[in-house]
C-alpha cells in the first residue's frame, strides 16, 4: 500500500524557515513524480511544487517561488520542501501526493495526485 507521511510543520514567525518532509512507505518514491499542496480553510487545495521522477525537473507556483526549494533524498525515500522567508498567507496545512501517469501540476492547476498523506500544518505569525 502505498503511503505518504509528512512532518516538519509547526508555528514559525514571518521571516522564518521550515523543511517538510515527505516519507514513503511500501513504494519507491523515485519512481513518481511528488507534489506538494497546501489547504487553508475556506480555499481550495493549491499546489505548491512539484519534482519529476524523471529528471529531477521541478515546479513552483508564482506565489512561492524564490522562497520555497523542493529536493529528493531517493536513499532516503524522502522529498523536502525547504520553505524561507515565511509569510502569513503561507499558513496552511501542508500534504504531499504522489503522481500518477497523467500528473500535472501548473499555474492553471493540476491533477492526477494520489496516495495523501495526513497532512502537516504550517501557522505563520507573529
Known amino acids: 500500500q502505498l503511503q505518504l507521511v509528512e512532518s516538519g510543520g509547526g508555528l514559525v514567525q514571518p521571516g522564518g524557515s521550515l523543511r517538510l518532509s515527505c516519507a514513503a512507505s511500501?513504494?519507491?518514491?523515485?519512481?513518481?513524480?511528488i507534489g506538494w499542496f497546501r489547504q487553508a480553510p475556506g480555499k481550495e487545495r493549491e499546489g505548491v511544487s512539484c519534482?519529476?521522477?524523471?529528471?529531477?525537473?521541478?515546479y513552483y507556483a508564482d506565489s512561492v517561488k524564490g522562497r520555497f526549494t523542493i529536493s529528493r533524498d531517493n536513499a532516503k525515500n524522502t522529498v523536502y520542501l525547504q520553505m524561507n522567508s515565511l509569510k502569513p498567507e503561507d499558513t496552511a496545512v501542508y500534504y504531499c501526493?504522489?503522481?500518477?501517469?497523467?500528473?500535472?501540476?501548473?499555474?492553471?492547476?493540476?491533477?492526477?495526485?494520489?496516495?495523501w498523506g495526513q497532512g502537516t500544518q504550517v501557522t505563520v505569525s507573529s
Open positions: 501526493a504522489a503522481g500518477g501517469p497523467l500528473a500535472t501540476m501548473s499555474a492553471l492547476g493540476w491533477t492526477d495526485f494520489g496516495s
Open positions: 511500501g513504494f519507491t518514491l523515485d519512481y513518481y513524480d
Open positions: 519534482i519529476s521522477s524523471s529528471d529531477g525537473s521541478t
